[in-house]
């Protein structure tokens, strides 16, 4: 009878804690996917991993990849499942999205060796030495996240402890992922707040004050650094000119200086935290696509 390729009949094996406390400390921070990768090598020895989302048509859409041993090998190997829609033709793919409204994440395991798809199975895998791999999916905050998990021919397949321990700590490890992915966002969305021209007037145009569109154009720019002359030579008007909607600008808003037009910006921003957030995950996209 052929292998099951989801079975966990491993023998179990002692686990080692991981720090999770050094996970959650790094949230935000750059250190995050190594730390994940150090956490999961002390719960189930992994070698590598892949995070990716999951977009409105439950299919990967960015991720982001480590390997334990410093190289490029699962970031590489996660470029071809993304960039040839491998995925399509993955049925642990499609046994984790089927789980993906469940209360819990849902947890499937490939063992390499039954994979019955020859081409998946020698590039995707045999190329790397790949010998085992755990599907970790569900959704946090209102986003879906998958994470796939590796381990090589060397080290062998994950033992059916491993795999337990690891099912336990999904939940956690999907909400650690989601909080990680927001703040990141967030710091994304607020250096480009400050530096995009184009965000910042479409920010402005959103204000309750109702700008018009001159004067909207004007603080922009102001809030982008540019001087009043600057300012007239990109739009095209006198430097008076500019300087009259700057106080029209500044009177409406009953501002007296740049640095509370700037502070009372940053409160308007942060009024739109989806807007931001949307507008940094598609930067995120297309920055890994």
Known sequence: MAANPYSLEHAAAPVAAGDLSQLISSIGEPTFESRLMDYLHHLCGAEHCSIFQLGSAEEPVQFTAVSLDGTDTARRQASIYIGRE??????????????????????????????????????????????????????????AFGVSILRSDRRGPFAAGQIEELDVVSGTLLSLIAKNAGVRWQKSSLASALTSLAEIEACLLKAPQQFPRREAEVCARILYGMTSLGIALDLGIGEETVMTYRKRAYQRLQLGSHRELLLWYLALWSSLPAQAARTAAVRVERHDA
């Open 86 to 143: 491998w995925w399509r033709r993955d049925p642990a793919f499609r046994e984790a999205q089927r789980g993906l409204d469940a209360p819990r994440p849902s947890l499937v395991r490939l063992d390499v060796r039954t994979l019955e798809d020859l081409e998946l199975r020698d590039i995707l895998y045999g190329r790397t030495h790949i010998r085992d791999r755990l599907l970790v999916c569900g959704a946090s905050a209102g986003m």
